[in-house]
């Protein structure tokens, strides 16, 4: 038996997506310094343009879906830049040592102190609990199956929110860019329209693509990700949950996870 590691054995790490900040703060950094370095810094804040993108962005969005779906997708956010600690290779290893402990002690013997060890997974959680009350291997197979669509189809219903709001940050864009052009064009005799009107013009089409490019599109590609990196997770968790379920041999609990683990993460938990 090979050195395993558990990921409830001690609380997992609070942990900041260094990348996701780093590269939005340095994409701004850079639109920031081109700004600056063309000195005129001032004519690229302009309150009417900003409201037109970003409010009305919002609220075109929130039309497309809920205030449910918004207030989701900001929460899920959050979880996507701070997060705890989670390996697919040690949750592989801690699903072989539940295997080869309740193989041989039985899976009653979770119960109380072994299982809250697993309160803050909570997926694994319900799975053991299914298998402790002793529930069938299909019961628990739906029940699981269902809780892991329903997961997934929660986070990437957050990203075809954030999918959405790139599509319409810059269609407001151009929205602002009409309004500015009218107003201008409506006012020819007057030179102090001209000079705000342009600038509703130009700026709106500026932020509309900001944060369609910089903010909404890389995020959503980011949450993708998380979403795929946690179904990979819960999709190890099942396979070992109903692996208890059965009582199947640990070796062969050890070639499904295999099957399902990236190259780079096999496990070799026994000799």
């Known amino acids: 038996m090979s050195e395993t590691a558990?990921?409830?054995?001690?609380?997992?790490?609070?942990?900041v997506d260094g990348a996701t900040l780093l590269g939005l703060g340095c994409a701004f950094a850079l639109i920031s310094a081109a700004v600056i370095m063309g000195g005129a810094a001032d004519f690229f804040f302009n309150l009417p343009a900003a409201l037109i993108v970003i409010a009305g962005t919002l609220a075109v969005t929130t039309?497309?879906?809920?205030?449910?779906?918004?207030?989701?997708t900001a929460q899920i956010l959050t979880t996507t830049v701070i997060?705890?600690?989670?390996d697919a290779r040690d949750t592989a290893y801690t699903m072989l040592e539940l295997a080869d402990f309740c193989r041989m002690n039985g899976?009653?013997?979770?119960?109380?102190?072994?299982?809250?060890?697993f309160i803050k997974e909570p997926f694994l959680h319900k799975g053991l609990g299914l298998v402790i009350d002793g529930l069938g291997e299909k019961e628990i197979t739906e029940i699981l199956s269902q809780d892991l669509t329903s997961t997934t189809q929660l986070h990437l219903r957050a990203a075809s929110v954030l999918r959405k709001a790139a599509e319409i940050a810059p269609a407001m864009g151009l929205i602002g860019t009409l309004i500015g052009l009218v107003q201008m064009l409506g006012r020819l005799q007057d030179p102090?329209?001209?000079g705000p009107a342009m600038?509703?013009?130009?700026?709106?089409?500026?932020?509309g693509a900001i944060l369609a490019t910089m903010v909404f599109?890389?995020?959503?590609?980011?949450?993708?990700?998380?979403?795929?990196?946690?179904?990979?997770i819960n999709q190890l968790f099942l396979t070992g949950v109903i692996a208890?379920?059965?009582?199947?041999?640990?070796?062969r609990l050890e070639l499904q996870l295999n099957s399902a683990l990236p190259p780079e993460s096999k496990v070799k938990y026994f000799d």
């Not at 899976?107 to 060890?117: D, E, H, S, T, Y």
């Open 6 to 15: 558990d990921i409830t054995a001690a609380p997992r790490r609070i942990l």
């Open 63 to 72: 039309v497309c879906f809920s205030f449910g779906d918004i207030a989701r």
């Open 83 to 86: 997060y705890r600690e989670r």
């Open 107 to 117: 899976a009653l013997k979770l119960q109380g102190g072994p299982l809250l060890r």
């Open 192 to 194: 102090d329209i001209i």
């Open 199 to 207: 600038a509703v013009a130009l700026l709106t089409t500026f932020y």
């Open 217 to 232: 599109n890389p995020l959503a590609s980011k949450l993708e990700r998380n979403t795929a990196d946690e179904h990979l």
């Open 244 to 251: 208890i379920a059965r009582k199947d041999n640990p070796r």
